[in-house]
């Protein structure tokens, strides 16, 4: 079991911590790897030179760099209306692909769009349907780019009222028919509708990689006050999940992102202890 941490739960949303300091932190905790996050761990501008030297300081400290996660798609929707916003979307996730490609990363997590979104009330309400469109038009723009570089875009479930149960998922992604694009499964996500293991049964080898989070309560419009600080309490049964993995033959990523929302803003970096509570709860399992 390939076990990692997020960066949001170590350096927070600001980048105060370098990607080295984070290497450092996973050498000395014992994880297999880390999910650096661009936007705030590494810059957008990043240049080729310097990622290959973030590449080559995890691999001489034995820390796998697996998969990379964003805050963009937040602010940028690849199934906008705004025609102007989906292709600032398509232009970054460009970059994005290219970063992971400089870094030999091979998976990177990407929104595929949102009717919604929970925790930015100023974004606009966009149809299901625009977004199923535009979404599509535009993945299919970016899967040959994606297959170019050999990095495979995995689209993660998200509080944004877009692809709401496991048929929906598995609908969406088998109409492109591209192994360079799957599922980036966040089990704590879900949680509020349906069960974890309902979209690892039905979603199988479509699952590219994992978030793991737990979540406790009932509010979906925007509190996200239910992902609280212990990975291990709340409505998901983690050893369940694991088992259910195991089960379907899943042998990829494991990455904790357990964010404690109901401490922002105050939370801006993430103390000592909450990341060392994370590490210790994930290990685990």
Not at 63 to 82: H, I, P, Q, R
Not at 181 to 187: C, I, N, Q, T
Request: with cysteine; charged share 25%; aromatic share 10%.
């Amino acid at each position: 079991m390939y076990k990692a941490l997020n960066y949001w739960v170590f350096g927070g949303f600001t980048g105060e911590k370098s990607p080295k300091e984070f290497i450092d932190f996973a050498v000395a905790n014992g994880l297999d790897g880390i999910e650096l996050t661009v936007g705030d761990a590494i810059n957008e501008s990043i240049t080729e030179e310097e990622c290959r030297a973030i590449a080559e300081y995890a691999k001489a400290k034995g820390v796998g760099l697996k998969t990379l996660a964003t805050g963009k798609y937040g602010s940028l929707s690849l199934g906008a209306a705004d025609e102007a916003e989906r292709q600032e979307a398509i232009a970054f996730t460009k970059k994005y692909l290219q970063i992971a490609a400089w870094m030999d990363v091979k998976v990177i997590l990407v929104i595929p769009g949102a009717t919604c979104v929970a925790w930015e009330p100023s974004r606009p309400i966009v149809p299901y349907r625009t977004v199923w469109e535009n979404s599509t038009k535009s993945l299919k723009e970016l899967l040959p780019v994606a297959e170019k570089l050999g990095v495979t875009i995995a689209l993660e479930n998200v509080w944004t009222r877009f692809l709401l149960s496991p048929m929906e998922w598995r609908f969406f992604l088998d109409q492109f028919q591209s192994q360079y694009l799957g599922m980036y499964f966040d089990v704590g996500n879900c949680a509020i509708l349906t069960k974890p293991q309902d979209y690892i049964d039905i979603l199988g080898n479509r699952i590219k990689a994992v978030h793991l989070k737990n979540f406790k309560g009932t509010d979906c419009g925007g509190g996200l006050h239910g992902f609280g600080d212990d990975l291990l309490d709340g409505d998901v049964n983690m050893k369940d999940v694991i088992a259910k993995f195991e089960e379907v033959g899943y042998k990829d990523t494991f990455t904790v992102e357990m964010i404690p929302f109901s401490r922002l803003p105050d939370l801006i970096l993430p103390d000592a202890a909450l990341s060392q509570k994370m590490v210790e709860q994930l290990k685990s399992l």
